[in-house]
């Protein structure tokens, strides 16, 4: 697997999100809504996820292993870094 993009929009919002990520997986598949959570040790990836009837959010998509998540928490988060700021409306 290698991801082929990533598309980082930071936001410039109260609370600990810090962006909302893209990626696309060997110009074949797209995940949208990845955000970028500033958490008590850092800056760290939350999947995308929906909100089930009991009220428990749940991952629509994640990595499989822990070593995938690690790799891909890797690469949003260097994106992250690297892209600028959004423009204060």
């Not at 609370?15 to 997986?25: D, E, L, Q, Y």
Request: proline share 4%.
């Amino acid at each position: 697997m290698t991801i082929t993009d990533v598309r980082v929009r930071k936001v410039d919002a109260e609370g600990k999100m810090r962006a909302v990520v893209s990626i696309t997986i060997d110009d074949e598949l797209v995940i949208h809504d990845i955000k970028v959570i500033e958490g008590e040790r850092g800056l760290f990836i939350a999947m995308p996820s929906k909100k089930g009837a009991n009220g428990e959010f749940r991952d629509i998509a994640h990595p499989i292993n822990s070593d995938t998540r690690a790799r891909l928490q890797s690469l949003i988060l260097e994106a992250y870094e690297k892209a600028p700021d959004e423009p204060a409306n």
